[in-house]
């Protein structure tokens, strides 16, 4: 605690969480940056030019110049090279030479995996808003859906969310989608844009790969998660899923067979299975229906998912309360509590930060996310998913009263 006001970020002497830890927590956000930043170009440059990485992002140089600071405070050897620093990148902090503030849990992630950024360092490059390549990608695929929606239902503002909520489902649905499927979709949603093209195509054409398959084909699928996997014995790698043995999906294409690409999968499909789970589970239970009405991703994505708690009869309901939802699947606690800022432009009596239950259950996890949003974001109520929708059956037989 003596340095606990370093960078002046809690000046009026509040200790609720212990300064030094957002301390540390900036330096990994920096070297995550500075890592997104590197991985990005490195991708883009393939593997034969390494001209460019003499200019390293300057995140990076920040992030490793903090690095420095805290090495020679704790009397630990300093990285001695951007290459050293790199391979401190694939150990988890808890294994680095310099002991950093972070939560237990944290200390248990990497920056990087293999060739890609980690999920705590995706995170965390986002909270730096520097993971500007993943993001950019995952705006595009937002928009060409605002665009199918939009221009699918025409005038009517409610068939615009609805077409919205259902083509945005699909991505959660299907990690995969054969081109014969697509044309069924394309039947559904057929306005087209000058070229003749349909507006769901696009869509497609912005949020997965494609892949030259014709006839009958097969792929391995993760049963929990329904992501590819390369073979049987492979690990989907999603965030909470039980996995289980690959199944074996058998499939027909004229030429092509599409699959999600990488943002896609990280950024809307995984985390989107959380919100898919609770919407099942509610628009499932029939002791709700003519109760409570759920709206998924209401407002154009305003939310995640709206509650409303209907009353009266023979015609004539009233919405009798409102609660909004906004489910979130990532790594850190930390990093979420710090970036987290409630969606809605909806008024809603309660509101809800939803997390998965294998968030949930991670020891301490609640109680740091908590801890982060105390003060400065009012008013919500953290739970779980079963949760939440126990909540919602109690109060549905309180209201209906
Ligand atoms: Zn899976």
Not at 91 to 101: D, E, I, K, R
Not at 134 to 139: F, G, L, P
Not at 231 to 253: F, K, L, N
């Amino acid at each position: 605690m003596e340095r606990a006001f370093e960078d002046g970020q809690h000046g009026d002497g509040s200790l609720r969480t212990g300064p030094r830890v957002d301390d540390d927590y900036l330096t990994v956000t920096m070297l995550s940056a500075g890592l997104a930043g590197i991985l990005g170009r490195r991708s883009r440059a393939g593997q034969v030019s390494r001209r460019s990485d003499g200019l390293l992002p300057a995140a990076w140089r920040a992030g490793s110049a903090r690095l420095w600071w805290r090495c020679q405070e704790q009397g630990a050897s300093a990285p001695e090279s951007d290459l050293d620093l790199l391979a401190w990148c694939a150990q988890p902090f808890a294994a680095w030479p310099v002991s950093l503030s972070l939560s237990a849990q944290d200390l248990q992630s990497c920056l990087v995996i293999g060739e890609e950024l980690s999920g705590f360092a995706e995170q965390s490059a986002r909270v730096a808003v520097a993971d500007v390549e993943a993001e950019w990608t995952e705006n595009r695929v937002y928009q060409a859906l605002r665009t199918a929606a939009s221009v699918s239902g025409g005038d009517d503002d409610a068939q615009v969310e609805r077409i919205y909520a259902v083509l945005r489902r699909r991505l959660i649905d299907h990690p995969v989608v054969t081109d014969l499927e697509l044309k069924q979709w394309e039947r559904e949603f057929s306005r087209t844009d000058g070229s003749g093209q349909t507006y769901v195509r696009r869509l497609v054409d912005e949020a997965y790969v494609p892949r030259p398959a014709s006839g009958a084909h097969q792929y391995l699928r993760c049963p929990g998660c329904r992501n590819t996997v390369p073979d049987v014995r492979a690990s989907c790698g999603t965030p909470g899923c039980p996995a289980g043995t690959a199944e074996t999906v058998a499939v027909r294409a004229l030429a092509v067979i599409y699959e999600q690409h990488r943002a896609t999968r990280r950024f809307i499909h995984d985390p989107g299975l959380v919100e898919a789970r609770i919407l099942d589970a509610l628009s499932g239970n029939e002791e709700l229906a003519g109760r409570v009405q759920v709206t998924p991703y209401p407002g154009i994505d305003a939310l995640d998912i709206l509650i409303e708690f209907l009353k009266g009869d023979s015609g004539r309901v009233a919405v009798a309360e409102t609660w909004g939802a906004d489910a979130k699947d990532q790594e850190s606690a930390r990093l979420l509590g710090k970036a987290f800022s409630w969606p809605g432009s909806i008024a809603c009596d309660r509101r809800f930060l939803v997390l998965p239950a294998h968030r949930a259950a991670q020891p301490g996890y609640v109680g740091e996310l908590v801890a982060e949003l105390d003060g400065r974001v009012g008013g919500i109520e953290v739970v779980d998913e079963k949760r939440l929708i126990s909540m919602v059956t109690a109060a549905a037989r309180r209201l209906a009263r």
